[in-house]
């Protein structure tokens, strides 16, 4: 679990700063991001994605944003753009690594402006459907979320160790998938696993792309690490897997 240590501390400051973008361009794109996760539980797709563009046109680093705007588009059906918006948000969380904080008042803004987001992804987690997808999501958030508050009461020379957290790679990896581009599902549902090997969904998933490929055997022992850890593998899929694997 420490891959997913301090992966959402991965916003683009330094660009930010570039650009001229101060604390009120952060503060009001949150609230769009806010209104499009509402759209998104009232499945209006449409203007989901427009809330999202304007929160990141307000901050062009806002990673929860782009992640928003591709699930959108995955609902939408609109592969390429989730493709485009996703991997957006990946590369924003990467380009962070070894960045360091300097000061405990640096530091700490970081520690309560991540907080502060995770806890309106956790709210929105909390208040919709509670599927297993939805749960296993929540519980990397609030995971993170904890290791987050321990991780930058350390100290003041604090350095950002990882990337991207496994719910970005998961999405990404559907979208390639539904794109019917393979090898990159491949790629992105193992970085999923690897960040949390906890990830039912990113091990049943990778047992398709397994199956799709005609590697039944390693499909079948994916089937068997997202049953380890609790995750319910659609049955029809399970006995087609065991039938292929013989």
Known sequence: MRMLCVAVLALVATV?????????????????????????QAESF??????????????PTFEMSFYGL????????????????????????????????????????YRQDRITELDEMIRQLQSGPQSL??????????????????????????????????WVSLSLGSAYFRAGKLPEAETEYKAAIAA???????????????LETER??????????AKKVGFKVNPELEKVIREKAK
């Not at 973008?21 to 998104?40: C, F, H, I, S, Y």
């Not at 749960?135 to 990337?163: A, H, M, P, W, Y």
């Not at 039944?216 to 690490?225: G, I, K, Q």
């Open 133 to 166: 997808q939805a749960q296993d999501q929540l519980r990397q958030v609030q995971e993170q979320k904890r290791q987050i508050q321990e991780f930058i009461t350390r100290g003041n020379n604090i350095t950002i160790t990882s990337g991207v957290p496994a």
């Open 70 to 109: 591709g699930r959108a588009h995955l609902a939408l059906k609109q592969y390429v753009s989730a493709m485009s918006a996703l991997s957006r948000c990946r590369d924003l969380y990467i380009a962070q690594v070894g960045r360091q904080f300097t000061s405990q008042q640096e530091a700490q803004r």
């Open 46 to 59: 449409e203007k989901a994605v427009a809330a999202f563009q304007q929160s990141i046109e307000l901050d």
């Open 16 to 40: 930010s700063t570039a650009l001229g973008q101060t604390p009120g361009d952060r503060q009001k794109a949150r609230v769009a991001n806010k209104t499009g996760w509402e759209l998104m």
């Open 196 to 210: 949390d090997p906890r990830s039912g969904e990113a091990h049943s998933n990778l047992a398709v792309v397994y």
């Open 216 to 225: 039944f055997n390693d499909a079948l022992a994916e089937v068997n690490a």
